[in-house]
């Protein structure tokens, strides 16, 4: 039996509905994108929802679109995919990391301020694993210092506090669809705001700056530039494969909750794991993946395992691989003091994610705790 940590869950319905696309000739511009953004806009109760080539194109936008540019600082989690900074650090701003909560990978908020100084000019936070960060403590402390406020919801589609999607608390969210997240379109992001003047701003920058949308040039090929954008759209077969996986969306996290639930009943009872404590009373998660967390005192090592697991044919993941401190090009050019992100740490060294989504059923569930459980008692 051979389990992959993610995969895409793809029905004769896409291949023909791609197959449509591609023979209509319109691989770009076309209608699939709007209905797309507009359910997308929907699903999420967003008032804009903008479709991008990938979540770090949707991330780069927005800083390029605030005005983000060399020397400023933006305050950034550690604990999350290199994209969340290097989206910025493209622009040449520093990232000044924050270490997580000890019981969750997100963002500590109470270590928040103390960062911030003059050239401070946005916060950037990853809901980690989907978990909602303390995103209304942050949006507050954001607005108080009059700073941006970026969500990375890479991995937090259907992740709402008190009903509310996240990527709506601060000034814009991100999400992705690359081929392993709930819903795909190959490469493929979405920026989600309430802020009309950034949404025009984030249309203009993504499409080359022109005037004029395709659909509404009177003479083709006839448009002008008015602002320095570069082409980072998402094109019409990604479109079709995101309407047609959003509208599936729903039956999917129903799968992931059932699976996460079954892993959660099996470990709660084993003393040498922990499971992530972030999940609040008044959050829905995205249910991402299965996060086991190995205890110190139980002296499994963490790669061991994830290899044993893959030599039996089964896909788990780590995120991430290393707090963002710890990644070569920013220890190098920084000189960070790593002492200071041990929680971080211990999530990089200590968790490995198991599968949840819609591929994976109960049985499959039994087969990878049984391997699990087999190489503990083998390296006890
Ligand atoms: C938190 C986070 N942000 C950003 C990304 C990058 O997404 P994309 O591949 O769509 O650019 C990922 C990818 O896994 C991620 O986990």
């Known amino acids: 039996m051979k389990i992959p940590f993610?995969?895409?869950?793809?029905?004769?319905?896409?291949f023909k509905d791609v197959v449509k696309v591609l023979k209509s000739g319109v691989l770009v511009h076309g209608r699939k994108?709007?209905?797309?953004?507009?359910?997308?806009?929907?699903?999420?109760?967003?008032?804009?929802?903008?479709?991008?080539?990938?979540?770090?194109?949707?991330?780069?936008?927005?800083?390029?679109?605030?005005?983000?540019?060399?020397?400023?600082?933006?305050?950034?989690?550690?604990?999350?995919?290199?994209?969340?900074?290097?989206?910025?650090?493209?622009?040449?701003?520093?990232?000044?990391?924050?270490?997580?909560?000890?019981?969750?990978?997100?963002?500590?908020?109470?270590?928040?301020?103390?960062?911030?100084?003059k050239k401070t000019k946005a916060i950037s936070i990853v809901h980690y694993l989907g978990f909602a960060a303390e995103i209304e403590k942050i949006s507050k402390i954001a607005k108080k210092h009059n700073l941006f406020l970026i969500e990375d919801c890479a991995l937090a589609l259907g992740t709402t506090v008190n009903k509310k999607h996240v990527g709506l608390f601060g000034d814009a969210g991100v999400f992705s669809f690359?081929?392993?997240?709930?819903?795909?379109?190959?490469?493929?992001?979405?920026?989600?705001?309430?802020?009309?003047?950034?949404?025009?701003?984030?249309?203009?920058?993504?499409?080359?700056?022109?005037?004029?949308?395709?659909?509404?040039?009177?003479?083709?090929?006839i448009y002008d530039v008015v602002y320095p954008g570069l082409n980072l759209r998402m094109n019409?077969?990604?479109?079709?494969?995101?309407?047609?996986q959003l509208k599936k969306f729903d039956s999917f996290k129903k799968i992931r909750e059932k699976n996460y639930k079954k892993y959660l009943k099996i470990f709660s009872k084993k003393k040498e794991f922990e499971t992530v404590k972030n999940y609040k009373k008044n959050e829905d998660w995205s249910y991402y993946a299965f996060p086991l967390i190995l205890n110190k005192s139980s002296k499994i090592e963490r790669n061991k395992l994830v290899n044993h697991l893959k030599k039996k044919n089964i896909g788990t993941s780590v995120y991430y691989p290393h707090p963002l401190p710890r990644l070569s090009y920013f220890k190098k050019k920084y000189k960070i003091n790593l002492g200071n992100f041990l929680n971080a740490k211990k999530f990089s060294d200590q968790t490995i994610m198991l599968p949840i989504g819609p591929h994976i059923n109960e049985k499959k569930i039994f087969h990878i705790t049984k391997e699990i459980f087999s190489f503990i008692r083998k390296n006890k």
């Not at 690359?178 to 950034?198: D, F, Q, R, V, W």
């Open 6 to 14: 993610g995969k895409p869950i793809l029905s004769d319905r896409d």
């Open 236 to 244: 019409e077969i990604s479109s079709v494969l995101g309407l047609n």
């Open 178 to 221: 690359y081929p392993i997240k709930h819903i795909t379109t190959a490469e493929g992001g979405m920026i989600i705001t309430k802020n009309s003047n950034l949404a025009k701003k984030l249309i203009l920058a993504k499409s080359l700056g022109v005037n004029k949308q395709f659909a509404d040039r009177k003479i083709p090929g």
């Open 33 to 117: 994108n709007n209905e797309f953004e507009n359910l997308f806009r929907s699903y999420t109760n967003s008032k804009h929802a903008i479709s991008v080539s990938s979540c770090t194109a949707g991330l780069f936008l927005l800083y390029y679109v605030l005005g983000i540019k060399k020397n400023d600082e933006v305050i950034v989690s550690s604990q999350t995919h290199a994209a969340t900074a290097l989206s910025f650090c493209a622009l040449g701003a520093k990232p000044v990391f924050v270490d997580s909560e000890k019981n969750s990978g997100n963002i500590d908020v109470s270590k928040i301020e103390k960062h911030i100084t």
